[in-house]
């Protein structure tokens, strides 16, 4: 497994690490979706510090999260991209639906 999962506050923190590719998300996102309905929180943080690559099955994970919290009036945030992560995610859209971030930690300090 190349990812963590974890609650802080009322958010759940996903730090993956390498690539998010067809391999990982399967187990991604069922990991994610049970630790969703464990924890009852509804502010997702995808945390892609140490994220070199992604892919398209990598981005219908994130976007599918997404679409599941903000039907339950939540939001999904996007930090720490490295620039080749970020052209892809400029590329897809996806900062379009989420708010991106340099770092988990200055997401954390905005909105507390």
């Given amino acids: 497994m190349n990812y963590t999962i974890k609650r ?9 690490i390498g690539e998010i590719d067809i391999s990982l998300t399967d187990s991604l996102r ?7 309905e ?21 981005l219908g994970v994130i976007l599918g999260r997404y679409k599941r919290i ?3 009036g939540g939001k999904v945030y996007l930090a720490g991209a490295k620039p080749q992560v970020k052209k892809v995610l400029d590329l897809s859209g996806l900062p379009r639906l989420m708010e991106t971030h340099p770092s988990v ?8």
């Fill in 30 to 36: 069922d990991d994610v979706d049970q630790a969703l």
């Fill in 38 to 58: 464990d924890y009852g929180v509804n502010q997702l943080i995808f945390d892609l510090t140490e994220v070199d690559f992604v892919d398209s099955a990598g």
């Fill in 105 to 112: 930690h200055l997401l954390l300090d905005k909105i507390g």
């Fill in 70 to 72: 903000a039907a339950r």
């Fill in 8 to 16: 802080e506050n009322n958010y759940l923190i996903v730090s993956v």
